[in-house]
């Protein structure tokens, strides 16, 4: 589902060693138009505006897709690592008997691709180090 809806291309998805690949990073940026700037210029990646969003950006980093977003958790600078999943509930249960605790509710969201739009669902735990990870699966 990740490589459809984040890669339409073609592009392989990061496989790592287990079953759920790192999918998607995101970093809060204060002053979006200079991260943009910046990522390009550093990096080479194309960003593409996403309209209605709020203030967010993306492109493609190799295999894995990076977002910018303005503003941040709390309103602090932060990144965050988003994990592809089956089944975000399941994730989340599992997380939590693990010791991790919720940080923000489930949300859906549409995000147009090659062949349409698909839709998925994001959540974000903190383990119990303190750090916060998103999970990203399809919508049920």
Not at 44 to 70: D, N, P, T
């Amino acid at each position: 589902f990740v490589a459809q809806l984040l890669f339409p291309m073609g592009m392989a998805l990061a496989q790592g060693s287990g079953r759920h690949p790192l999918a998607w990073l995101e970093l809060a940026a204060p002053l979006l138009d200079d991260a943009v700037a910046f990522y390009s210029g550093v990096c080479g990646w194309s960003f593409e505006h996403v309209q209605g969003a709020g203030g967010y950006a993306w492109a493609r980093a190799g295999e894995l897709g990076v977002g910018l977003r303005s503003g941040g958790l709390d309103g602090e600078r932060d990144l965050t690592l988003y994990v592809a999943v089956d089944d975000l509930e399941a994730s989340l249960i599992r997380a939590e008997k693990l010791g991790a605790e919720r940080r923000a509710a489930a949300t859906s969201f549409v995000v147009p691709t090659a062949l349409g739009a698909a839709g998925c669902e994001v959540a974000l735990f903190e383990d119990p180090e303190g750090h916060v990870l998103g999970l990203l699966a399809p919508s049920p």
